[in-house]
């Protein structure tokens, strides 16, 4: 999905929120050491520097937390991330950069209800987030709150309309509650998404096109330079869409091929990884 995709703008909103600064201690590593190791992609180090200084030095301000969990999530320490991250919310507690950290994490740990909460503090603090927050509506599927997710993807269209995914997230829980053909005709419409294979995925959940074209239209764009291959997003929603109309042998297959793209930076890939187990731990 399109604007506020990742989350990971909130290190910025954070770093500047709880105020890190360039004190040294002694010849330890500081706390800038670990944000410089965290950017430049040695998330190991960074939680190892922020660990050491919490051992030593201790952290009541949650400057260390915050670091080490930032490292913990991008290690895929989801659990340990979460326990970082509720430390600062404890000190910050009214911070939305901090919530909406936990409420990613907490979802890439399966913890549906945590991520909603989390994700609903941060909209209470700030209501410029409450239509933007398309990751909660994705909890919200998982958590079987459709209508309440129905919802979100209703008003995330007033800030993104032309997002294809968007429509087809709101397709998914109105069919899970009202069936797939209550769901096809209140469709959100989007006339123009760029990004291959969208418009053809649209195509299908509106009972226009068929799994072959979605896989042709991605398999046409593979060539071009995306952040995450159209083959990714062709299988995704392929597995959303067999899930959706009462498939789930195929829809597995497809969520497996999804996750083999292996994209852990990606938010959506998040979102396969976490539907496979989801789904695994319910047969």
Known sequence: MTPFRSLYFVTAIATVTLGLTAARVAAQPSLPDAMAALRSGDAARAAEIATEWLEHQGDSAGHAHWVRGKAREELGDFAGAI???????????????????LGAASFKNAEMERSISAFDSAARLDRGLEARLWQRGIAHYYARQFTDGARQFEIHRTV??????????????????????????????????????????????????DPSKVLDAAETASGNEQASPPMFYAHLYLGLYYEAIGEPAVSAEHIGKAVGFDLPHDYMWQVARVHRKLRADTE
């Open 83 to 101: 326990d970082d991250y509720r430390f600062v919310t404890r000190v910050v507690p009214n911070e939305p950069g901090v919530l909406l950290a």
């Open 160 to 209: 993104n309309p032309e997002d294809v995914e968007n429509s087809v997230w709101h397709f998914l829980c109105v069919a899970a509650s009202d069936g797939a053909e209550a769901a096809r005709s209140g469709l959100i419409p989007v006339s123009h998404d760029r990004r291959s294979p969208m418009m053809e995925i649209l195509s299908l959940f509106r009972g226009e096109s």
